[in-house]
Nanobody
Framework: QVHLVESGGGSVQAGGSLRLSCAAS??????????MGWFRQAPGKEREGVAT????????DYAGSVKGRFTISRDNAKNTLYLQMNSLKPEDTAMYYC????????????????????WGQGTQVTVSS
């Protein structure tokens, strides 16, 4: 059972930056071959994928709305996933979730909610105008 704990959320003005972290533990695959991602959910809206990364090789994918502003990265030695968010906009306001699932092959991980088996509790990001 993979356990994920997010941190780093908060309130910021439009144009500001935040860095989210996700500490992972309990990997069942000792080679750490996982798709990991950040998702977000605003009140009254469906959960949507923000960015994904494959732990080996580091292939990434981004939602169009955040491309060029957000950067996903991981530190396998620290078992930590990051999301650097720059040029934040009020529409980025949401609960942000870290998620993961085990996958034996590399390449792009598509940000499909149904694919991800493990989820954190979320961290709130609020961007004011």
């Amino acid at each position: 059972q993979v356990h994920l704990v997010e941190s780093g959320g908060g309130s910021v003005q439009a144009g500001g930056s935040l860095r989210l972290s996700c500490a992972a533990s309990g990997y069942t695959d000792s080679s750490y071959r996982y798709c990991m991602g950040w998702f977000r959910q605003a009140p009254g809206k469906e959960r949507e994928g923000v960015a994904t990364i494959y732990t080996i090789g580091g292939s990434t994918d981004y939602a169009g709305s955040v491309k060029g502003r957000f950067t996903i990265s991981r530190d396998n030695a620290k078992n930590t996933l990051y999301l650097q968010m720059n040029s934040l906009k009020p529409e980025d306001t949401a609960m942000y979730y870290c998620a993961a699932y085990r996958r034996s092959y590399g390449g792009i991980c598509r940000p499909r909610v149904a694919d991800f088996a493990y989820w954190g509790q979320g961290t709130q990001v609020t961007v004011s105008s």
